[in-house]
């Protein structure tokens, strides 16, 4: 029955062959959470075998039939796949709907289709090392590796939801980010839920069964060298500290409607909660973290406020805050997403400004001709917001070297680390409130419990509306806070582990398993047996 299914996905042609294309790419967005449906896989990567196969049915590796086939197969896998798991980006439209709705189907639409051609360059890529034999889930496998790191640079990069997320679903599965990072883990899921595909077309009983036991046990190794990596590594915790994160829920339409003044009591108010009873609010905390750009007001210019903060604050009490900084150029001012440190008596001691900038959300890339048609970032700061110098630690009382990681910068695996000095900790703020209760902010936070994993170090975030939370090095939340709650968290601060492979060597095993995939695919191949001149 499957080998049937096989052969007519193989046959099929035109419209037909694009729809099933895009059905398929739409079944693997089901592994990403917060569903986590990781067996989708085994259905999705397997009918883009087949249909890659259909391409090589044309005769001639380089002929113009046999790529538009395998280029066009791969642009509807692609575009079914950020269909289904971006369309939750309509909601920041929604927000102001009176400006921006108008545009919605360029964010839900337009997006995907454009992300899609990464996906079209991977299937003609995969074509040129293609085979009759098992090697071709390989060479799938190496070349959906390759353009989904292409896919994290080019741009400004977007490595949203790439494939090698599906093995964090569990903890076990996903310390092997900790050896090969994430760009290693997406090869290495094609490849095990892409090997049914060999099952239902090879020659021979030895063939058809040969891939699908080889995937199982590297299934089967992941599973057991992560259970045993977590029963054998022992946590401890960062002396001396009691963490709060202060999660407000407050709504992107809301904060639109209230004064500067009203939000700054918000804030006051809910940190100073008293969380079990006896207790007196914030006097025992000695970090308290509040998200991403909270103000509608610059902080460091407001004294008033500064000065209601260290009323709050107690003197062993450092408040780590999102916040808008300014600066002149030249009479021109310049705005920048940022990070303060603010001591008890309410001086800013420390600041980052955020390097990594948002594009649409932040900036407007192509500004004069995206101008002609009315269309403007998200945060209404005049003329956007500039990018940061470099990357820095913060340095904050009571902990390690704090490296923050503000919205958007924490899904780039790379930018987690910081030259030759190794940070103590992972500071995520972030303002996830404009992609309401959907499925957007559970993605983010499964992308930020990967950087802790890789780098061997926790992490520390705080949402506006969630999903604020300690995680310890392995990548386990040790306190969390719901998506669409108010309130405060209160948590030690677990230890760094020692540098993990992935800490020290970066993507470099990433690329090696990824160039040892083409170099096995690319032994002597066969043609298909079955391959006709259409």
């Known amino acids: 029955m499957l080998e049937q299914f096989a052969q007519r996905v193989l046959l099929l042609e035109g419209g037909r062959r694009l729809l099933l294309a895009i059905l398929a790419g739409a079944t693997a967005a089901l592994a990403m959470p917060p569903l986590g449906f990781f067996p989708a896989l085994a259905v999705s990567f397997p ?5 890659l196969d259909g391409a090589a049915t044309h005769h001639g590796r380089f002929s113009r039939a046999s790529v538009w086939s395998a280029f066009s197969a791969g642009w509807g896998f692609g575009f079914g796949y950020f269909l289904a798991g971006l369309w939750w980006l309509g909601a920041a439209f929604l927000v102001e709907d009176d400006q921006f709705a108008w545009a919605m189907p360029l964010g839900v639409v337009a997006l995907p289709a454009a992300l899609a051609l990464i996906h079209a360059v991977g299937f003609g890529i995969a074509r040129l090392f293609w085979s009759q034999d098992a090697r071709r889930v390989l060479a799938f496998a190496a070349s959906m590796g390759l353009v989904e790191w292409l896919r994290s ?3 400004s990069g977007f490595p949203w939801n790439s494939f090698g997320q599906a093995l964090a679903a569990t903890d076990a599965m996903a310390q092997m980010a900790s050896v090969i990072g994430l760009f290693g883990m997406t090869p290495l899921a094609v490849l095990i839920f892409g090997a049914p595909a060999v099952w239902a077309t090879g020659q021979t009983i030895g063939e058809r069964w040969r891939m699908p036991v080889v995937a199982l046990a590297l299934l089967a190794t992941l599973v057991a060298w ?5 029963e054998r590594t022992a946590i401890t915790l960062v002396p001396d500290v009691k963490l709060r994160i202060m999660q407000p829920n407050l709504g992107q339409r809301e904060k639109h409607r209230i004064t500067g003044q009203e939000v700054l009591t918000r804030y006051l108010a809910l940190s100073d909660r008293a969380t079990t009873p ?16 909270p103000f509608p007001f610059l902080l460091a210019r407001e004294p008033q406020a500064l000065a209601q903060i260290a009323k709050l604050l107690q003197p062993r009490t450092t408040l780590v805050t999102g916040a808008v900084r300014s600066e002149d150029a030249g009479g021109t001012p310049r705005y920048f997403n940022s990070v303060h440190v603010i001591s008890p008596d309410g001086t800013i001691t420390d600041s980052y400004d955020k390097v990594h900038l948002v594009p649409f959300g932040e900036y407007l890339p ?3 001709w995206f101008d002609r048609i009315g269309l403007r970032q998200f945060v209404e700061v005049p003329g956007g917001f500039e990018s940061g110098a470099r990357r820095k630690m913060l340095a904050v009382r009571g902990l390690p070297g704090v490296l923050p990681l503000i919205c958007y910068e924490v899904i780039f695996p790379l930018e987690s680390a910081h030259g030759g000095i190794r940070p103590g900790v992972l500071l995520n703020v972030t303002n996830d409130a404009w992609f309401g209760l959907t499925f957007g902010p559970h993605q983010h936070f499964a992308q930020a419990r990967m950087r802790s994993i890789e780098q061997g170090l926790p992490l520390v975030r705080a949402a506006n509306t969630g999903i604020s939370a300690v995680i310890d090095p392995l990548g386990r939340p040790i306190a969390q806070l719901a998506l669409g709650a108010e309130g405060v968290l209160d948590s030690p601060v677990p230890r760094a582990l020692p540098a993990t492979i992935y800490a020290s060597l970066g993507d470099l095993p990433a690329f090696s398993l990824i160039l040892m995939l083409f170099a096995t695919c690319s032994l002597r191949r066969r043609r298909y047996p079955w391959a006709t001149k259409k």
């Not at 992560?226 to 977590?230: I, N, Q, V």
């Not at 006896?278 to 750009?293: A, C, F």
């Open 153 to 155: 640079w080019i741009f």
């Open 47 to 51: 009918i883009a075998i087949w249909l």
């Open 226 to 230: 992560g259970t045993w990596r977590l």
């Open 278 to 293: 006896g207790t007196s609010g914030i006097t025992d905390i000695t970090h308290l973290i509040w998200p991403e750009s």
């Open 366 to 368: 192509l500004k004069r």
